[in-house]
């Protein structure tokens, strides 16, 4: 089955203790991106990739780190997480730009 | 700067009524528009775009460039509507800037 899966779905966490929130597709797509998604402020966009070993700032990169070593993962992490990262986060992935974008089930973080 | 505005954050209908969803959007050059929709406990997924110009779950939206507008409409709303819908737009830098959303209840 096509999926874009995320892990963890919940995390709790406190000030300063790094994490990584694992993100993986199985269709062979080349786009993947991480969003934030905020009450009254929709999804933003934190980063994205066009491939591997490429990566590039979304709207609200600051804070978090990417990496895109396989084609099929892109992990996001919190080196240094903070309260204001306290958000749900999705992971998308599609053929490129333009092409739809298929989403995980999201991964739901509080950090105190 | 690329921007998508949905001006209403709360929609709420009567079973069978019409409904509009509102987007505009800033930019310039051609746009690449899309409808999310995410019902309760599910994820995002695509509803619909411009380019296909199809019509899903009896939902359409026309791109207005005059206006700059991409409003989704459905003449008779189904209780199953319900959820959250998001308009999107790719921008230049291949990045996909999403609105702030707009939950739509429809009553019974």
């Known amino acids: 089955e096509a999926q874009v899966t995320q892990n963890p779905r919940y995390l709790i966490t406190v000030t300063g203790k790094k994490l990584t929130v694992t993100c993986s597709q199985n269709?062979?797509?080349?786009?993947m991106s991480w969003y934030r998604q905020d009450p009254g402020l929709g999804l933003r966009q934190i980063y994205y990739?066009?491939?591997?070993?490429?990566?590039d700032k979304g709207d609200v990169p600051e804070g978090y780190k990417v990496s895109r070593k396989e084609k099929r993962n892109f992990p996001l992490i919190l080196e240094s997480p903070s309260p204001n990262q306290t958000s749900l986060y999705f992971c998308?992935?599609?053929?490129?730009?333009?092409?739809?974008?298929?989403f995980g089930a999201g991964t739901r973080l509080s950090v105190l | 700067a690329q921007r998508v505005t949905q001006p209403e954050k709360l929609l709420s209908v009567f079973k069978g009524a019409p409904v509009e969803l509102k987007c505009n959007y800033s930019?310039?050059?051609?746009?690449?528009l899309f409808w999310y929709v995410q019902y309760s406990r599910q994820r995002l997924q695509l509803l619909l775009r411009?380019?296909s110009r199809e019509s899903i779950k009896g939902f359409t939206a026309d791109l207005n460039k005059g206006e700059t507008s991409f409003h989704l409409k459905k003449p008779f709303a189904q209780e199953e509507d319900s959820a959250m819908y998001y308009c999107?737009?790719?921008?230049?830098?291949?990045?996909?800037?999403f609105g702030a959303g707009t939950r739509l209840t429809v009553k019974p």
């Open positions: 998308a992935s599609s053929k490129g730009q333009g092409f739809i974008q298929y």
């Open positions: 269709m062979n797509h080349e786009y």
């Open positions: 990739s066009m491939n591997v070993e490429v990566t």
């Open positions: 930019y310039s050059g051609s746009p690449e």
């Open positions: 411009h380019i």
């Open positions: 999107a737009l790719i921008g230049n830098n291949n990045d996909m800037r």
